[in-house]
């Protein structure tokens, strides 16, 4: 279904929208493959850096690692994907972003209303006391400086605030994300194939709560059959269409 019929149908429903995101919307943006850096992490994957284990054995090569990718990140941009949810959130119609991306280019985007899954890879937070802080920052993010302690603890290291293969997701965002997914009536799938638990299970309790999924995917994903309308192409061209169209319609 093209994009003006789909817009047509959203628009009967006084549309409340929850956006469930993933890595595609991120692609856009500007963010050149990890793997480009001199080559130095390519003998090592994520499942085996992303670890409580890998942190506790070796903190400095997870933290080079981590600077590595922040650098990466300080060069990259939200692209007009992420501006269009920022659009549909202060238009009003819109409850919230829940997205698996920890690359932090919503909230840059100007959008409010975010639940991080798998947490944050711009701040840094003490293994021990509620000690947070901004870690996108050039200084920090240089090669070969020394590990960073807590400064309010002093002893403990500060970690990436992200969500490690092995550790359990923060409850309280989980409970965010399922309520905007029953407040609302239609929920964008946007750049994720959406197989990847739990968030894999917003989807089923959108159907149950009677709302409408709208995927916007390059191509057919495994959600697709699963959702009311899809929409293929580049999400950062698709999304801006769709959002302008909507705001006209019932703006
Ligand atoms: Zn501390």
């Known amino acids: 279904m093209n994009i003006t019929s789909v817009v047509e149908e959203v628009a009967k429903l006084n549309p409340t929208i929850v956006s469930v995101v993933g ?70 119609i819109a409850l919230g972003i829940i997205t698996q991306n920890v690359d932090g280019l919503h909230e840059l985007a100007g959008s409010k209303n975010i639940v991080e899954i798998h947490g944050r890879i711009r701040y840094a937070r003490c293994v021990s006391c509620n000690y947070i802080e901004r870690w996108d920052d050039e200084k920090k993010a240089q090669k070969g400086i020394e590990l960073p302690y807590c400064p309010e603890c002093e002893t403990n290291l500060l970690r990436p605030d992200v969500v490690w293969f092995g550790e359990p997701l923060d409850s309280q965002r989980w409970q965010k994300a399922t309520e905007w997914t029953t407040q609302s009536n239609v929920m964008l799938v946007i750049g994720t194939s959406g197989v990847v638990a739990p968030v894999s299970t917003l989807p089923i309790y959108a159907k149950q709560n009677n709302s409408i999924i709208i995927e916007f995917n390059i191509e057919a994903t495994p959600i697709s059959s699963y959702c009311d309308y899809s929409i293929f192409g580049p999400c950062e061209e698709t999304l801006p269409d769709f959002t302008k169209k909507l705001l006209n319609k019932i703006g």
């Open 23 to 92: 890595a595609g919307v991120s692609k856009a943006s500007g963010m050149p493959t990890f793997r480009g850096e001199d080559g130095l992490w390519n003998n090592y994957r994520a499942e085996e850096l992303a670890t409580p284990h890998a942190f506790s054995r070796d903190p400095k090569l997870v933290w080079a690692w981590y600077r590595a990718r922040m650098r990466i990140l300080l060069e990259s941009e939200p692209n007009p994907a992420h501006y269009s949810l920022t659009e549909l959130e202060e238009e009003n």
